[in-house]
Structure formats: C-alpha cells, structure tokens
C-alpha cells in the first residue's frame, strides 16, 4: 500500500518560511518524479514545483525564485522550502507521486499553508 505523507505546513507572516516535507512508502522512490501542488481558497488546483527522478526541477512563475523542491533518495523524502512567503502562497499543498503519466495517482492528504499578518 502506498502512503504519501506530507508535514511542515502552517501559519506563517508574510515575508516567512517554512519547509514541508512529503515521505512517500510502498513505492520505489527512485524512480518516481514528486509534484507539489496547490489549491488556494475558492481556486482550482495548480502545480507549484515539481522534482524529476533525475533530479531536474521545474517550478511555476509563481514561486520561482523564492520555493526550492530537493529530494533525499535515501529517507524517501521530498523538500518544499518557500521563502518570502505571501498571501497568495495561502493554500492546500499537496504531494503527488508520478512516474511519466502527470498528475500521478498517488496523493497526500493535504496540508493547510497560511500567510497571514
């Protein structure tokens, strides 16, 4: 059975940090790519960063230059960093598991990120 489970999230100030983490079980995590995503109150869903098995990073106009996506093979884990957070960053991120078809079918639960004054 795969688990996806995603931690960090939180409320946080504008101009503030924060780090999730996304451990993913049952599946080979190596060959996997990992995908974060994010649905703000009241929007659909969108794709805010996204590591290949081979490490390659893709990140949406959004948040580049301010989000980092690294993965850590050996604890089967993937690291969203999001600097300068801001009130638009406010939303659900959620971890997806994919492998050449996007998005995959493997899913976290979801964990609530808020940029609020």
């Known amino acids: 059975q795969v688990q996806v489970v995603e931690s960090g999230g939180g409320w946080v100030q504008p101009g503030g940090s924060l780090r999730l983490s996304c451990e993913v079980r049952g599946v080979d995590f190596r060959i996997h790519d990992i995908i974060w995503y994010r649905r703000p109150p009241g929007a659909l869903r969108d794709l805010a960063a996204h590591?290949?098995?081979?490490?390659?990073?893709f990140y949406s106009a959004a948040v580049k230059g301010r989000f980092t996506i690294s993965r850590d093979n050996a604890k089967n884990t993937t690291y969203l960093q999001m600097n300068d957070l801001k009130p638009e960053d406010t939303a659900v991120y959620y971890c997806?598991?994919?492998?050449?078809?996007?998005?995959?079918?493997?899913w976290g639960q979801g964990i609530q990120v808020t940029v609020d004054s």
């Open positions: 997806n598991v994919a492998n050449s078809v996007y998005p995959g079918p493997y």
């Open positions: 590591i290949t098995s081979g490490n390659k990073q």
